[in-house]
């Protein structure tokens, strides 16, 4: 269920970059490229494609015979943790993670940087003040997701294992498995009016309530 919404994720978020991209740099267009069939058909994508990484990854790890190795060094069963507890050759399982985070991470994540690459390019045409405005604005809270999630996966999955602890890979495992899904509901909130009164009321209630306790 772990590997099936990761990369899920993944895929979510390079499809929301492409929406985007559509949206700042072929507005007219929008309606016509970004109708309902067809963002059905990509959200559907990344849900299958991010099983079959899950389906994949699982059934090669969990062939892997431990050799009485059962403490899990982690927060969670990753695949690359249990790849290491394993005593048999793994060069197999190693490539096929390699390759498989490759494409969710590397090719995923290039994708996203052209779309803006291409979003900022726009943007710097835009004559407006207020133009360039809202148009950082509608991609901002993308950028910062894309950068909580990004930033540690790559740390996990990508970058070679003997130069990072273990202690640093639970960081970021609990980084990107814990706190990032809990301040995204904040981050894409953060553009709505209501949210910012909503939040603006809190701090001044619980200012008041501070100076009445003290």
Not at 45 to 64: D, E, H, K, P, V
């Amino acid at each position: 269920m772990f590997q099936f919404l990761g990369a899920t994720e993944c895929i979510l978020l390079a499809v929301m970059s492409l929406d985007r991209y559509i949206a700042i740099c072929k507005p007219l267009r929008y309606a016509a490229i970004m109708h309902q069939r067809h963002c059905i058909l990509l959200v559907s994508m990344a849900w299958l494609s991010g099983l079959s990484n899950s389906l994949l990854l699982s059934s090669l790890t969990i062939q892997l015979p431990l050799c009485g190795n059962n403490q899990v060094d982690d927060f969670l069963c990753e695949v690359p943790v249990m790849i290491k507890m394993s005593c048999v050759d793994t060069t197999f399982n190693v490539a096929m993670l390699s390759i498989v985070a490759s494409f969710y991470v590397l090719v995923l994540l290039s994708f996203i940087l052209v779309s803006y690459g291409f979003i900022v390019a726009t943007v710097l045409g835009i004559q407006s003040s207020d133009g360039k405005k809202k148009a950082f604005n509608t991609c901002s809270s993308h950028v910062i997701v894309v950068s909580l999630f990004y930033g540690p996966v790559i740390s996990m999955y990508v970058q070679p294992s003997a130069t990072s602890t273990q202690e640093k890979n639970k960081l970021m495992s609990l980084f990107y498995s814990l706190v990032t899904p809990m301040l995204n509901p904040f981050i894409y909130t953060l553009r709505n009016k209501d949210m910012k009164g909503a939040i603006r009321r809190l701090l001044v209630s619980l200012y008041h309530w501070g100076r009445e306790q003290t």
